[in-house]
């Protein structure tokens, strides 16, 4: 599986800076903290079971991944999270862009007023943070039924993005399936 792997990512240090600097409160520092933790602990299980995955890029993409949300808390905080990054990497830029659930269609997009284009995560980079975002509630690391009742909360039952999000988990928990046998915790 191609991870499309690069180098000279930032330091954590430098990325949680670079949160403090574009004016992110402590609450969206604190829930980045705990979805780069979980991103890089599913990355690592994925990595064990022989994949290859950039853990790194995982690590510091995740810390950035709600940047936009110095701007606005709204639905539009990705894009803008990604006009932050273009500068520094295209790679973080689309991770904002498209970690809003497991992504949005044209279609959904569209209809939540964001530019009519498809904004899914395609990498398996991508797709491991927009899942260890969806486990994440606040600061507090959950299960896949918990996230999906807060999905069904916010955009009603058998809404097309909670599938999504569903077949996200799928496909991801079935790359990391036993890894812990693997390596140790
Ligand atoms: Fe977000």
Known sequence: MKSGR???YLSRSDAISLLKKE?????VIRH???VSKN???IAEDIKANGYDIDVEFIEIASLLH???RCKTHGITHGIEGSKILKKISPKFARVCE????AGLDKKEAASLGLPARDYLPETLEEKVIAHADNLVQGEKIVGINE???EFEEKLGRGHPAIKRV???NDFIERLRKNAHKKRPL
């Not at 004016?23 to 609450?27: M, R, Y």
């Open 98 to 101: 498209t970690h809003i659930g």
């Open 6 to 8: 690069s180098t000279n």
């Open 66 to 68: 709600d940047i936009g």
């Open 23 to 27: 004016g992110c409160n402590e609450s």
């Open 147 to 149: 996230a999906i009742k």
């Open 166 to 168: 569903k077949e996200l």
């Open 32 to 34: 980045s903290l705990t």
């Open 39 to 41: 991103a890089k602990r």
